[in-house]
Each structure stands twice: as C-alpha cells, then as structure tokens.
C-alpha cells in the first residue's frame, strides 16, 4: 500500500535558525511529491511540488525540497525561518497523473522567538 | 481568482442529528475533493469527483455518509446521522486536469468545516 512517513511530529527551532522537516514515502514507481502548510483553523496551502527535473525544488516563502529517489526522500529545508513559519506542514504523494493524494501524519513546526 | 469556498466555517450539532457541508471548488475545476481532517493527522479522503461522476469513493463509509455534485460544480457532502467518531475538519479541494504539466494535478484547499459532535 502507498504511503507516506513523516518521522518527526514536532519540530521546535528558533527564529533565525534552519530547519529541516523529513517525507519519506513507498514506492517502486513513478511518484509526484508535494509540500502543504496548514496555519491554525485555515485548509492546506501549496508550498512546492516536484513533477519531474531538477530534483531540487524551490517553492513560495524560502522554502525548498529535495527529491532523492534513491532515499525516497522528499525532505523540506528553510535556512533561515520566521515566527510566521510556525505552523503544520503536510508531505503528500500521488503515484500516478490524476490519481488520489496520500498524506503524512504532518509536522508541527514551532518557531521560538 | 476566488478559492475553494466552504460553509459553515464550524458546526456543533448533537449525535444521531443530520449534518450537511458545501463546497464550491474554483472556477473551471473539474476535479473535486472531500477529505476528512482527525485532530493531529493528515486528511483522508472521503471521495473524488471528475465532474459529476464519483470516481473514488472506496473510503466514504456509505451507511451514514452521502455525496453530490450535481452539475459538476458545487457539491455537497451529508452525515445521517452523525457519530461521535464524526467529529473533525471536513476539508473541501479541487484541482485541474487540464493545462500544461508543470500546472498537473496541484489540488487547492477551502479552509475546511470543523465538526463537533456532542
């Protein structure tokens, strides 16, 4: 079955520091990858995707992902974050073009001042 | 460009009781999406909908819940009756098919209902 591993249920950092939050997923074929923000009480917004290319992603607000299919990997990085950063952030894969999303449990990231 | 829209925003109602949500998905959407939302976890889907027709709904519990899209736009998705086990955000996406390949699939979400059930 299809899924997808998020390790780290919290992440605590401070303002200014970087921060790495962890996807891994399973499969064995083709994959499209995809990073979502949820900021308290609102739905999910896009931050990246990776379709196909460059397997370095850049996306909205600094942040970017690299894809490793070797790792299955598609780990989400910021060098520097804000307290605005603080929020959920959702790996999400599909295997196919038009096929359903699976999700992570997500990682709360905590920006401390 | 409007977003997904979703009403009611939050929605208290008591077991056994009738609820119903809306969802109007972005213009020219094809593609829509119920997800259910469990406190700590990440959404999974109810149903999918390529214009009327649902074409996934293999984790709709079919006994209590039911959906529609009629016309291929607007949808709405009903609990009968509802559970305590219900309570959770309703999470409402649409995507596009169409366009070039960087624009494949990228699915929007609507700020979701937040039901609780008493």
């Known amino acids: 079955a299809q899924s997808v591993t998020q390790l780290d249920s919290q992440v605590p950092v401070f303002e200014e520091a970087p921060v790495e939050l962890r996807c891994n997923y399973s499969?064995?074929?083709?994959?499209?990858l995809f990073w979502y923000v949820q900021y308290p009480n609102q739905g999910l917004q896009l931050l990246l995707k990776?379709?196909?290319?460059?397997?370095l992603v850049k996306g909205i607000n600094g942040f970017e992902a690299e894809f490793n299919k070797s790792q299955t990997s598609f780990h989400l990085r910021k060098p520097s974050v804000h307290i605005s950063d603080t929020a959920e952030y959702f790996c999400?894969?599909?295997?196919?073009?038009?096929?359903?999303?699976?999700f992570g449990p997500g990682t709360r990231l905590s920006v401390l001042p | 460009e409007a977003g997904v829209v979703q009403s009611p925003r939050y929605k208290i109602i008591e077991k056994k009781q009738p609820v119903a949500f809306w969802c109007n998905p972005i213009?020219?959407?094809?593609?829509l999406y119920w997800y259910r939302q469990n406190l700590g976890q990440g959404p999974e889907l109810l149903i999918r909908?390529?214009?009327?027709?649902?074409?996934?709904d293999s984790q709709l519990p079919k006994d209590r819940f039911s959906a529609e899209r009629l016309k291929g736009v607007d949808s709405t998705l009903k609990i009968q009756p509802a559970e305590l086990g219900d309570s959770a955000v309703y999470l409402c996406?649409?995507?596009?098919?169409?366009?070039?390949?960087?624009?494949?699939?990228?699915?929007?979400f609507g700020p979701g209902t937040r039901l609780t059930v008493l």
């Open positions: 996406a649409s995507s596009s098919l169409a366009g070039s390949p960087g624009g494949t699939d990228t699915q929007y």
């Open positions: 499969s064995s074929v083709s994959v499209y």
């Open positions: 990776y379709l196909s290319g460059s397997t």
């Open positions: 999400a894969v599909t295997f196919s073009y038009g096929q359903n999303f699976v």
């Open positions: 213009s020219g959407h094809n593609t």
């Open positions: 909908y390529e214009n009327e027709e649902a074409v996934d």
